[in-house]
């Protein structure tokens, strides 16, 4: 039994302290702001929307729905503002959590 509770341990710990070192990738979720774009269909994001090439048939709208509609993002700046790389496993973590903020959790970004 002991020896069980040990061997737990250790991996719990090695878990622990390798999450401070493995890089991952966030992706924006379902309910961040976007801007749609119905006439082209596509998508900006709001820090690249005033550079964005739009029609004026135009929504505001989340993510999630964005993505439902198969709309593709407007620029290169929408895809990269939607992703946060390299962001260490055990910060992704309290990030979906909320326990700590992500990019996404500006103003902006609230719909």
């Known amino acids: 039994m ?3 509770l040990v061997t737990g341990m250790v991996l719990f710990l090695t ?3 390798s999450g401070f070192f493995i890089p991952v990738q966030l992706s924006a979720p379902p309910d961040v702001r976007v801007i ?3 006439t082209n269909q596509i998508y900006a994001s709001p820090p690249c929307f005033n550079e964005a090439q739009l029609s004026n048939y135009l929504q505001e709208s989340d ?3 964005a993505k439902e509609l198969d709309y593709e993002p407007e620029s290169t ?3 990269a503002s939607l992703i946060e790389e390299d962001v260490t496993m055990n910060a992704a973590l309290l990030k979906l959590a909320g326990v700590m903020k ?3 959790s ?3 970004w609230k719909s």
């Open 77 to 79: 700046c929408t895809s």
């Open 15 to 17: 878990a622990v302290i």
């Open 63 to 65: 993510y999630g729905e």
């Open 36 to 38: 749609v774009d119905h």
């Open 2 to 4: 002991k020896k069980i």
């Open 102 to 104: 992500s990019k996404w």
């Open 106 to 108: 500006d103003e902006m």
